[in-house]
């Protein structure tokens, strides 16, 4: 494998996922540093591009969450100084992070989905939003769930479970983004399903399955210790198992994503996954579930980061 001699892990941004990403960023760089890689964290601000410049590094492992991050900003950057990264390109970033793009593509491709319609905030506005509230609740019924077109950890997300409750979600959506994505709302399991690539092809780790309380599965139930429990493996048949694996797969494979991503599902009460989206830049902090994934597949979490930057470093984009 390539030799490493310096990397640096790219963390922070400006998204409001900036903490969750530097936390993600000193866990992958503590990881490197015990399997004894020389590894900086560094933020994607005004001295990056110097930085890179002035003392090239062997690769770069970019885990920036939310915009710039994750919509492939950051890569094509990367792309244009050279420095060859961890993940998926500009392009399949770009299209995993806009959360109906995803969903049109694996949803050619076969797999089941949640009906939404996506609408701007300048619908609502110019056509009357209780006229265009109507017709969504009389395409998609109730109850709904409501999430920014682009954006991760929960930000914005919400359900609505009666008519009234509609107008405000979609404000709590607007605060994170023009456009909002609402699905019809499956009720079910709570299931991730992450993807490594190690060079012979994506495998499917072990599903995760997500147990949050009363508040369900926001961004506090994401990223504090004890207030969500996880299953790893999933408590799924061996066959819903597959099915989930097979859509994870499907997901990377479809959208062209590289070296690692995370899918989420929902299992309905008759055992049916339903696609929901796709992560190309998951998150690595102690309550993430890709790092759970990988442990629990006998993947030593350190020693994979190293592996991704090897491969990385060896194909130079």
């Given at each position: 494998m390539y030799e490493l001699d310096r990397v640096v892990v790219l963390a922070g941004g400006l998204s409001a996922e900036r903490e969750v990403s530097l936390r993600s960023g000193q866990r992958v760089r503590d990881a490197l540093a015990k399997a004894g890689i020389d590894a900086v964290v560094a933020d994607a601000d005004a001295e990056l591009l110097t930085h890179l410049r002035a003392d090239p590094p062997s690769a770069v492992f970019p885990v920036i969450h939310g915009a710039s991050g994750e919509d492939g900003a950051i890569r094509e950057v990367l792309g244009l100084v050279g420095t060859p990264y961890v993940g998926s390109v500009a392009s399949a970033c770009q299209m995993a992070f806009d959360k109906p793009t995803a969903k049109a593509l694996v949803g050619a491709a076969?797999?089941?989905?949640?009906?939404?319609?996506?609408?701007?905030?300048?619908?609502?506005?110019?056509?009357?939003a209780s006229a265009v509230i109507d017709l969504i609740i009389a395409k998609l019924g109730l109850p709904l769930?409501?999430?920014?077109?682009?954006?991760?950890?929960?930000?914005?997300?919400?359900?609505?479970?009666?008519?009234?409750?509609?107008?405000?979600?979609?404000?709590?959506?607007f605060a994170y983004g023009d456009i909002a994505l609402i699905e019809r709302f499956i009720s079910g399991m709570e299931v991730?399903?992450?993807?490594?690539?190690?060079?012979?092809?994506?495998?499917?780790?072990?599903?995760?399955?997500?147990?949050?309380?009363?508040?369900?599965?926001d961004y506090a139930a994401r990223y504090t210790a004890g207030k969500t429990e996880f299953y790893v493996p999933a408590r799924l048949s061996g066959e819903i198992?597959?099915?989930?694996?097979?859509?994870a797969i499907a997901a990377h494979t479809v959208l062209g994503l590289r070296d690692l991503s995370r899918t989420d599902?929902?299992?309905?009460?008759t055992g049916t996954p339903y696609f929901l989206e796709v992560n190309a830049s998951p998150g690595m902090t102690?309550?993430?579930?890709?790092?759970?994934?990988?442990?629990?597949s006998g993947h030593t979490f350190g020693t994979t980061c190293v592996s991704l930057l090897q491969l990385a470093a060896a194909r130079r984009t």
């Open positions: 076969g797999v089941v989905t949640p009906q939404s319609v996506t609408l701007p905030r300048e619908t609502f506005h110019d056509l009357g769930y409501i999430k920014p077109s682009r954006g991760g950890s929960a930000l914005g997300a919400s359900p609505v479970h009666t008519a009234a409750e509609l107008p405000a979600a979609l404000l709590g959506c991730t399903v992450g993807v490594i690539d190690l060079g012979r092809g994506p495998l499917a780790l072990p599903p995760v399955e997500i147990v949050p309380g009363d508040a369900g599965y198992a597959a099915q989930a694996a097979h859509i599902l929902i299992v309905d009460e102690e309550t993430s579930t890709l790092p759970m994934a990988l442990e629990a």
